[in-house]
């Protein structure tokens, strides 16, 4: 068996945005509470890990790469629900505060209820119903990690 | 107050995959153990939370967009760890795996000590030390959640 290395663990999703005002404006209409807002990031408490919205150009410096054009879509992020009515109802409301539709939610072959938007900047949520995952009453998948 | 309309949950990250093969190799390496393996898509159980690996072409489809070229970098995931000197195995581990150097681990303006790499894929990893985020023993952010 390999050792475990690395944790299996992720602490913080960053986004990076061209506009933290409009970035924020768009999550804060979703209903998000902030934890933290600074001049140059805001960071949202999620289900045991952080998601911060930071400059674009901050964000490819801090990779060490200042001026990368840095891209998005090929990593998403889903947000699962307990029915395909609730799903509807945080995608209408996702639409309502400026998202970008890609896909309206709909029954899909493995089984589910999916359907996905891009934020202001392109970042690519999945917005679904999974039966075969069940979370508890907060939000967290259950089940022992690794 | 804002309703909150849309969940503040994350429930599965997933990337976009060249080589399902090559880049279950690679997290592998790392030492982590899939929750499942199907021909098209890998699981690895996280704190609360799932990744997934699929192809990239299947991840453009299921977005409702076939034939889209999906970027990288723009969305970076974090694990955070104890000690700088936990920072430092894990990222040697990485590199060892086959992971791209962007940015080795080094002590950072706000008060941390953080490095980058990116997987075959070019997605981003931060490795970090955030003292002013403490972790439960089962990495999971302390604090309530929105």
Known sequence: MA???TAQRVTLISLGVEDLERSG???EALGWQAAEKLPEVRFYRLNGLMLGLIGIDALATDQGRPGAR???GAMT???NYRSPG???TAFAAAVAAGATVLKRPEQVHWGGYSGYFADP???VWE???NPFWPMDADGYLAGEHG
């Open 121 to 123: 900047d392109g970042h």
């Open 25 to 27: 404006a768009f999550y």
């Open 70 to 72: 840095l891209g998005t």
């Open 86 to 88: 609730e799903v509807d």
């Open 127 to 129: 917005i679904a119903h």
């Open 3 to 5: 050792q475990q290395l």
């Open 77 to 79: 992020l889903a947000q």
